[in-house]
């Protein structure tokens, strides 16, 4: 619990000067970079080593203890947590995924005091939702031909998470999704290939300005003609569905953590409002009993989302992130519930909470991106769900025991 103790310290003490390092800012990128500052501090805390596996120089947090950290962080603040996430994506086909050479050559580069960022390049300008479609005609159309010991890319991508770095000039490694033949299914030719800060061709060609998470980082990222060695493939051509799986479930329970974050918000909020607030009236508002009622079932909600996602973290951990039935499942029910649960307490504070006389307006801009981002639940999720559901091996209880679908005993790690 020590991680989660530091990390609600964090919260209050450095993660609260966010909201006023962005609010005069107009431009999303300018947003992201006065991030910059405060991203530092929690480098220097170890929270980017918390990424890195400890044999390579970090101090890993396990899939649980990076949950219990996004709680606290995201109660306070969603886009620093957001940009450790982007990293976490952009290092775990590394991680997971890569070569002892591969590993050693990128991971001890997060393990210093330099705040570096991470990308997983993986949404489609025209969309992600089909980047498994066995159809070679549609999906990924972000190609890398071989060309004696280099892989040449081109395509474009959006919403590529920290992708721009810090100055416009790219993040320190991006995790290029794209595939190695455009007549060949995703089985065969989707591939994973990291790309470097500063080699030619990649550029920032837009930002993308979103509702919530004011100071996420949401670039175009274009690739012309990008040459990397062969080397920087990871596994082989095909591998990259389950490496693109992978990094997707790994997300999954922190982001649940992290609505349970932005529920706490709003529930504290709405707690101090209906117990100091009388609206003119007589009593204060908590003592009206659909006031009450409603307080209840925000509270029972949070509760239930948290546990689901500390239990869908421990499964990651204890399968190797192989049994994928609670991440897809923690990832629709935490932000679907969240949506509902920052609503109500909208409906406890009234029409004070649409303004920015509350900060309850600004919460639910952040939780209405949950449930479409990160693998939108119903064009990904509830697909990946239904997939599972349809295996003839599925066994019901076997997330409920911790162990993999199959009965087999989870990797080591």
Same mark, same amino acid.
């Given at each position: 619990?020590? @991680?989660?103790? +530091?990390?609600?310290?964090?919260?209050?003490?450095?993660?609260?000067?966010?909201?006023?390092?962005?609010?005069? =800012?107009?431009?999303?990128?300018?947003?992201?970079?006065?991030? =910059?500052?405060?991203?530092?501090?929690? @480098?220097? &805390?170890?929270?980017?080593?918390?990424?890195?596996?400890?044999?390579?120089?970090?101090?890993? !947090?396990?899939?649980?203890?990076?949950?219990?950290?996004?709680?606290?962080?995201?109660?306070?603040?969603?886009? @620093?947590?957001?940009?450790?996430?982007?990293?976490? =994506?952009?290092?775990?086909?590394?991680?997971?995924?890569?070569?002892?050479? +591969?590993?050693?050559?990128?991971?001890?580069?997060?393990? %210093?005091?330099?705040?570096?960022?991470?990308?997983?390049?993986?949404?489609? /300008?025209? %969309?992600?939702?089909?980047?498994?479609?066995?159809?070679?005609?549609?999906?990924? +159309?972000?190609?890398? /031909?071989?060309?004696?010991?280099?892989?040449?890319?081109?395509?474009?991508?959006?919403?590529?998470?920290?992708?721009?770095?810090?100055?416009?000039?790219?993040?320190?490694?991006?995790?290029?999704?794209?595939?190695?033949?455009?007549?060949?299914?995703?089985?065969?030719?989707?591939?994973?290939?990291?790309?470097?800060?500063?080699?030619?061709?990649?550029?920032?060609?837009?930002?993308?300005?979103? &509702?919530?998470?004011?100071?996420?980082?949401?670039? #175009?990222?274009? !690739?012309?003609?990008?040459?990397?060695?062969?080397?920087?493939?990871?596994?082989?051509?095909?591998?990259? *569905?389950?490496?693109?799986?992978?990094? !997707?479930?790994?997300?999954?329970?922190?982001?649940?953590?992290?609505?349970?974050?932005?529920? #706490?918000?709003? !529930?504290?909020?709405?707690?101090?409002?209906?117990?100091?607030?009388?609206?003119?009236?007589?009593?204060? @508002?908590?003592?009206? +009993?659909?006031?009450?009622? &409603?307080?209840?079932?925000?509270?029972?909600?949070?509760?239930?989302?948290?546990?689901?996602?500390?239990?869908?973290?421990?499964?990651?951990?204890?399968?190797?992130?192989?049994?994928?039935?609670?991440?897809?499942?923690?990832?629709?029910?935490?932000?679907?519930?969240?949506?509902?649960?920052?609503?109500?307490? &909208?409906?406890?504070?009234?029409?004070?909470?649409?303004?920015? *006389?509350?900060?309850?307006?600004?919460?639910?801009?952040?939780?209405?991106?949950?449930?479409?981002?990160? %693998?939108?639940?119903?064009?990904?999720? #509830?697909?990946?769900?239904?997939?599972?559901?349809?295996?003839?091996?599925?066994?019901?209880?076997?997330?409920?025991?911790?162990? =993999?679908?199959?009965?087999?005993?989870?990797?080591?790690?």
């Amino acid at each position: 619990m020590a @991680v989660r103790t +530091q990390a609600r310290h964090v919260a209050d003490t450095v993660l609260s000067q966010v909201a006023d390092a962005i609010s005069s =800012l107009d431009k999303p990128e300018d947003r992201f970079y006065a991030l =910059l500052p405060i991203y530092k501090q929690l @480098v220097g &805390m170890g929270f980017l080593k918390g990424l890195v596996p400890n044999e390579y120089g970090g101090a890993y !947090f396990d899939n649980l203890t990076f949950a219990l950290a996004a709680e606290e962080l995201a109660r306070v603040d969603v886009n @620093v947590p957001s940009a450790l996430l982007g990293t976490g =994506l952009g290092l775990n086909p590394i991680i997971n995924f890569g070569t002892e050479e +591969q590993k050693q050559r990128w991971l001890p580069l997060f393990c %210093g005091d330099e705040p570096r960022l991470a990308a997983i390049a993986y949404t489609e /300008v025209t %969309g992600g939702a089909n980047y498994d479609s066995p159809d070679p005609t549609v999906g990924i +159309q972000t190609f890398a /031909v071989r060309d004696g010991d280099e892989w040449v890319i081109n395509g474009a991508k959006h919403y590529t998470t920290n992708a721009s770095g810090w100055d416009g000039l790219g993040a320190d490694l991006i995790s290029v999704v794209c595939r190695t033949d455009p007549a060949l299914p995703p089985a065969e030719s989707l591939a994973v290939i990291v790309v470097e800060r500063g080699t030619p061709g990649v550029s920032i060609t837009g930002m993308i300005d979103t &509702m919530g998470h004011r100071a996420t980082n949401s670039p #175009r990222v274009e !690739f012309s003609d990008v040459r990397v060695p062969v080397g920087n493939l990871i596994g082989h051509p095909g591998d990259g *569905l389950d490496i693109v799986a992978t990094a !997707f479930s790994w997300t999954c329970s922190s982001i649940g953590a992290a609505c349970v974050g932005r529920m #706490r918000a709003a !529930f504290d909020y709405a707690y101090q409002f209906t117990t100091t607030d009388h609206r003119s009236g007589p009593v204060p @508002v908590i003592d009206y +009993q659909n006031a009450g009622y &409603m307080l209840a079932d925000i509270k029972t909600r949070i509760e239930a989302v948290r546990y689901f996602a500390w239990k869908a973290a421990d499964h990651f951990d204890r399968t190797g992130g192989k049994d994928r039935e609670l991440a897809n499942g923690v990832k629709i029910f935490a932000s679907e519930t969240a949506v509902q649960t920052v609503y109500d307490a &909208m409906r406890l504070v009234g029409v004070d909470a649409y303004t920015n *006389l509350t900060p309850i307006a600004s919460i639910m801009e952040d939780v209405l991106c949950f449930p479409v981002y990160d %693998g939108g639940n119903m064009g990904v999720r #509830r697909r990946n769900l239904h997939k599972l559901l349809k295996d003839p091996s599925f066994d019901p209880l076997a997330a409920a025991e911790n162990r =993999l679908t199959t009965g087999a005993d989870a990797p080591d790690r």
